[in-house]
T-cell receptor, first 116, second 114 residues
Framework: AQKITQTQPGMFVQEKEAVTLDCTYD???????LFWYKQPSSGEMIFLIY??????QNATEGRYSLNFQKARKSANLVISASQLGDSAMYFC?????????????FGTGTSLTVIP | DTGVSQNPRHKITKRGQNVTFRCDPI?????LYWYRQTLGQGPEFLTY????????KSRLLSDRFSAERPKGSFSTLEIQRTEQGDSAMYLC????????????FGPGTRLTVT
């Protein structure tokens, strides 16, 4: 089974609108971490947001928020007030194994296009 | 600190040749990761170091691949007897040894095997 599943290969959003990028994960660990990264056409991976499995509140970082639904094993990224510069590939990732966990799994990504 | 750097940025080699890539992590980061990314896919984990110790290797890392981090600072990834299937972007990332520590990625080395 895939550790990280991103079912939306491509998404479009109007500038200034909000968009949700889906991510589901599969793990039997109690302690794990969930990450979202942005990869613009330049290729560099940029960290956006982190959610720990024991965090009770959804993580937020500026215009990014993570909608964490533990029972459903989903960790959707919400981008509010989309900007043209948000057009990029977005990857969901999971770190398993608690404090010493060192195995990262990435999804196949979602390509987001912001339309002016 | 200027972030994670990787050299070279691009490498074109003929099938059967050996190649070596270098990664310089952020200086205070003791964890270092290597990934491979092919077009349309997310990064695939290859191997991981904590300081100079290589703690984990993916099954993807065949015996033609070897990685070192001799002094716990920079790391090298060598591919011997390259094959066309090795063509990919090779990404290096570093992080602190904390549970929620994000990985900072380098710009990658794009390998093309002809």
């Amino acid at each position: 089974a895939q550790k990280i599943t991103q079912t939306q290969p491509g998404m479009f959003v109007q500038e200034k609108e909000a968009v949700t990028l889906d991510c589901t994960y599969d793990t039997s660990d109690q302690s794990y971490g969930l990450f979202w990264y942005k990869q613009p056409s330049s290729g560099e991976m940029i960290f956006l947001i982190y959610q720990g499995s024991y965090d009770e509140q959804n993580a937020t970082e500026g215009r990014y928020s993570l909608n964490f639904q533990k029972a459903r094993k989903s960790a959707n990224l919400v981008i509010s007030a989309s900007q043209l510069g948000d057009s990029a590939m977005y990857f969901c990732a999971m770190r398993e194994g608690g404090w010493t966990g060192n195995q990262f799994y990435f999804g196949t990504g979602t390509s987001l296009t912001v339309i002016p | 600190d200027t972030g994670v750097s990787q050299n070279p940025r691009h490498k074109i080699t003929k099938r059967g040749q050996n190649v070596t890539f270098r990664c310089d992590p952020i200086s205070e980061h003791n964890r270092l990761y290597w990934y491979r990314q092919t077009l349309g896919q997310g990064p695939e984990f290859l191997t991981y170091f904590q300081n100079e110790a290589q703690l984990e290797k993916s099954r993807l890392l065949s015996d033609r691949f070897s990685a070192e981090r001799p002094k716990g600072s920079f790391s090298t990834l060598e591919i011997q007897r390259t094959e066309q299937g090795d063509s990919a972007m090779y990404l290096c990332a570093s992080s602190q040894a904390l549970a929620g520590a994000e990985q900072y990625f380098g710009p990658g080395t794009r390998l093309t095997v002809t």
